[in-house]
Nanobody
Framework: QVQLAESGGGLVQPGGSLTLSCVAS????????MGWYRRVPGKQRELVAR????????YGNSVKGRFSISWKDNTKNAVDLQMDNLNSDDTAVYYC???????????WGRGTQVTVSS
């Protein structure tokens, strides 16, 4: 069983920054990729950022140039998502995900709320 612990959400003003963290625990011997999706009520879930163990990260079009994802350390069982120049469109619930193997079962965190408002 995999558990994902998310942290770092909250309220921030437009133009501000936040860092989200996600730490995997439990059955983490196999981690192919980790990352973040987000969801706004009434809209489809959207890819924010994803990083594989052996490849460069990829980002959703709406966050390119503003967000950056990285492995927290060399164990590669935790990721940080640095979010800069936030705007109201970034308001959403952000969900961490973990892919143990390519095209397999995906594990999800419970989500953390990010609200961008003045």
């Amino acid at each position: 069983q995999v558990q994902l612990a998310e942290s770092g959400g909250g309220l921030v003003q437009p133009g501000g920054s936040l860092t989200l963290s996600c730490v995997a625990s439990g059955s983490t011997t196999s981690i192919y990729a980790m990352g973040w999706y987000r969801r706004v009520p009434g809209k489809q879930r959207e890819l924010v950022a994803r990083i594989r163990r052996d490849a460069r990260p990829n980002y959703g079009n709406s966050v390119k140039g503003r967000f950056s994802i990285s492995w927290k350390d060399n164990t590669k069982n935790a990721v940080d998502l640095q979010m800069d120049n936030l705007n109201s469109d970034d308001t959403a619930v952000y969900y961490c995900h973990l892919e143990p193997v390519p095209a397999g079962v995906i594990h999800w965190g419970r989500g953390t709320q990010v609200t961008v408002s003045s």
